[in-house]
């Protein structure tokens, strides 16, 4: 059983920045793909940000150039800096991490991750 903890939520101002991490556990093999969704009320989850045990990355269109997504050497942390927020990227976001490596074009798709996160809040105010 993979353990996933989000933290660094919050709330803040349009075009203000915050950043997510995302630590994985539990799993004897301990490198992880990753990914960060996000999920507003009434709406479908959706990705955001993935990278997988190769480095390999990938973005949802609305995001690139304003959220990086990272991953520590382990290959077990993730991280997402986001910047020039927008009232639209407010959603709770999670964390999902799978032990096998989606394909690209599955990258941002929620069913290549068996290991969800609880989420954590992300507000911004316009």
């Known amino acids: 059983q993979v353990h996933v903890v989000e933290s660094g939520g919050g709330s803040v101002q349009s075009g203000g920045s915050l950043r997510l991490s995302c630590a994985a556990s539990?799993?004897?093999?301990?490198?992880?793909?990753m990914a960060w969704f996000r999920q507003a009320p009434g709406k479908e989850r959706e990705g955001v940000a993935a990278?997988?045990?190769?480095?390999?990355?990938r973005y949802r269109d609305s995001v690139t150039d304003r959220f990086t997504v990272s991953q520590d050497n382990a290959k077990t942390t993730l991280y997402l800096q986001m910047n020039s927020l927008k009232p639209e990227d407010t959603a709770m976001y999670y964390c999902?991490?799978?032990?096998?490596?989606?394909?690209?074009?599955?990258?941002?798709?929620?069913?290549?991750?068996?290991?969800w996160g609880q989420g954590t809040q992300v507000t911004v105010s316009s």
């Open positions: 539990g799993s004897t093999y301990s490198r992880y793909s």
């Open positions: 999902a991490a799978s032990i096998t490596k989606p394909a690209w074009w599955f990258q941002l798709t929620p069913r290549s991750y068996n290991n």
């Open positions: 990278i997988d045990s190769d480095g390999r990355i």
